[in-house]
């Protein structure tokens, strides 16, 4: 058995040099290993007894021999190119300067049996394998048959001009380029028609009088028949026509595109009106669509304004969510690019996204920085070419998307893209951009019963303590605003850890030990909020809001407000 295993570890170990050798190139030395590893795979299968055992040896001997033929070729197609153009054409003249042209024995691999290595100095004292070099008189015809492109028409694959350029390629081009070309080719236009014939049911792009949410989305919709399994991307249904805005579209894909925000009207606390003025301006036109027709049409823009911090951005993420919407959300540094007329394209292309992905929701934060007044004088031509493009844009979203409705027929709620636009400085607004945002809501500050359920939403997780009380709370915090509000919660929560780690650091324990300690501890940490924390909280906390801006959202309000 010793004898056995031996012998089966020296066949392993020639046929992992072999291939090893064969990966880094050294085809004859590969070829020298393989050899002698079959040979001993032929002793091994004679000298054994056991039928098994025989079979598998021989196995391993076709494999090992398939695996040396490869070699083999691999050396004579390398010999062939070692050799210049038309040294082959006289077979005797080639014969007698292979003889008189022999390498030098190469010195055998090391580690190898002498009949090996025998076998192998004959074999490198063998002249290298020749292959026949083509004709170069075949060579030169082939050149002369060649087309012309005076003669294009009367070669066998003629380039129309209606045509791809790879179909013209593959006209001129031999024929492995050819095919390949035509083979790629043919997946185009396969993958095109699918697109197409999905974009035909669907009603995407370009939306028809069938389309529907399922069919801007990649579906079938309400004529497409069954609907497809993975949904139809912008970029595949556009084809050839995006392909040279790739690079924008995956931009958009993967930095403005949110499929879903994950926030409803339930989490926000307060502004009641507000969310009644949303619901009645965006989400209610997709759930009832027969009633929001002719002159009762959805809205095509809303403005939400007023001091930061009130819940504008949720309210704009509640809306997508509650409608099942796409969301894009846009700021200014999303659509901005320094080379010369991507920011328009972004624009366009952010705005044909979502009538495709239709019914979506542009959400544009901090629309002043994007669509302030025009004509000043530190205005940059790059961003005036951008305003101009969002007028555009969003002066023809209801039109482009709506099938062909007229303006008193109403857009097609299926396809409807609502622009919602946030801002804390109004009157910095273009009066272009005002007029287009047609509805525009004021986000006050919370008042007294608004702070109690902001505090209530915000400790919905903690325990409070029995002597908390909220409403003393709220009436503390006049003028807060929720993330003012939100902060002061956060801010009443940590302050168990804050007297435990005051305890530690009076032992003079290193910043090491506290997580010990603070588990020790763990008790006090998560005890109860007092009122206690909440008025400290309060005293530690101001409001971000002043009084004169109120008294300037109240004012911007009464002028050109419309809610």
């Known amino acids: 058995m010793g004898g056995v ?5 020296a ?16 085809y004859e030395t590969a070829l020298t290993y393989l050899e002698a590893a079959a040979a001993a795979m032929l002793r091994a299968s004679k000298d054994t007894e056991d039928d098994s055992e025989r079979d598998a040896w021989r196995t391993a001997r076709e494999q090992c021999q398939m695996e040396a033929r490869l070699v083999r070729e691999l050396i004579k197609e390398l010999g062939a190119l070692r050799e210049p153009p038309g040294s082959g054409a006289e077979d005797d003249a080639a014969s007698d300067d292979r003889d008189a042209h022999t390498e030098a024995p190469r010195p055998a691999a090391p580690g190898l049996p002498a009949w090996a290595a025998a076998k192998a100095a004959a074999r490198a004292a063998q002249p290298p394998a020749h292959r026949p070099a083509r004709d170069p008189a075949g060579a030169a015809s082939r050149r002369q048959r060649r087309p012309k492109p005076d003669a294009a028409a009367a070669s066998p694959a003629p380039a129309s001009r209606d045509k791809p350029r790879s179909r013209a390629v593959a006209g001129r081009g031999g024929a492995g380029r050819g095919a390949r070309a035509m083979s790629r080719e043919g997946a185009g236009r396969r993958r095109q028609d699918a697109g197409g014939a999905a974009a035909r049911g669907s009603g995407a792009p370009a939306r028809g009088s069938g389309g529907g949410r399922e069919g801007g989305r990649g579906g ?13 991307t912008y970029a595949e249904a556009r084809g050839a026509a995006a392909a040279g805005e790739s690079e924008l579209i995956e931009t958009i894909e993967r930095d403005i595109l949110v499929r879903h ?12 009106e507000a969310k009644g003025l949303i619901q009645e301006a965006v989400v209610l036109p997709l759930i009832i669509p027969g009633y929001f027709t002719g002159i009762r049409r959805p809205w095509k823009g809303v403005l939400m304004f007023g001091p930061p911090g009130t819940g504008k951005t949720l309210l ?31 624009v366009r292309l952010l705005f ?9 929701t542009i959400f544009i934060d901090e629309v002043d920085s994007l669509a302030s007044a025009r004509g000043g004088s530190s205005e940059h031509e790059a961003s005036r070419r951008v305003k101009t493009e969002l007028l555009v844009q969003m002066d023809g979203v209801s039109s482009s998307s709506s099938s062909g409705a007229g303006p008193d027929e109403g857009a097609d709620p299926e396809a409807q893209v609502v622009v919602l636009a946030a801002s804390n400085l109004p009157w910095e607004l273009d009066e272009a951009f005002r007029r287009r945002l047609e509805k525009r809501i004021y986000i006050p500050l919370p008042d007294a019963s608004d702070r109690v359920a902001l505090l209530r939403l915000n400790f919905r997780s903690e325990t409070l303590a029995d002597d908390v009380d909220l409403d003393r709370v709220a009436a503390a915090t006049e003028g807060f605003s929720g993330s003012d509000l939100s902060g002061l919660c956060r801010d009443a929560a940590m302050m168990s850890l804050r007297r435990v780690i005051t305890s530690i650091r009076e032992l003079g324990l290193p910043m090491s030990e506290f997580r010990d300690k603070v588990k020790e501890a763990r008790t006090d940490v998560e005890s109860p909020i007092t009122m206690e924390d909440l008025e400290s909280a309060v005293a530690n906390t101001s409001s971000s809001v002043g009084g004169s801006d109120l008294d300037r959202f109240r004012k911007w309000m009464d002028e050109f407000g419309s809610a």
């Open 352 to 360: 044909d996204m979502a009538r495709f992905y239709a019914p979506s």
């Open 261 to 272: 925000p994950g926030v409803r009207f339930e989490d926000i606390a307060g502004l009641e």
């Open 11 to 26: 066949i392993l170990e020639q046929l992992t040099m072999g291939r090893e050798y064969a990966a880094l190139g050294s």
């Open 220 to 232: 079938a919709g309400r004529g497409g028949g069954a609907a497809e399994e993975k949904r139809q």
């Open 5 to 9: 295993s031996d012998g089966a570890s």
């Open 316 to 346: 704009a993420r509640a809306v997508a969510t509650e409608c099942d919407t796409t969301f894009f959300s846009v700021s200014s540094s999303t659509l901005t690019s320094k080379w010369r007329g991507e920011s328009e394209k972004l």
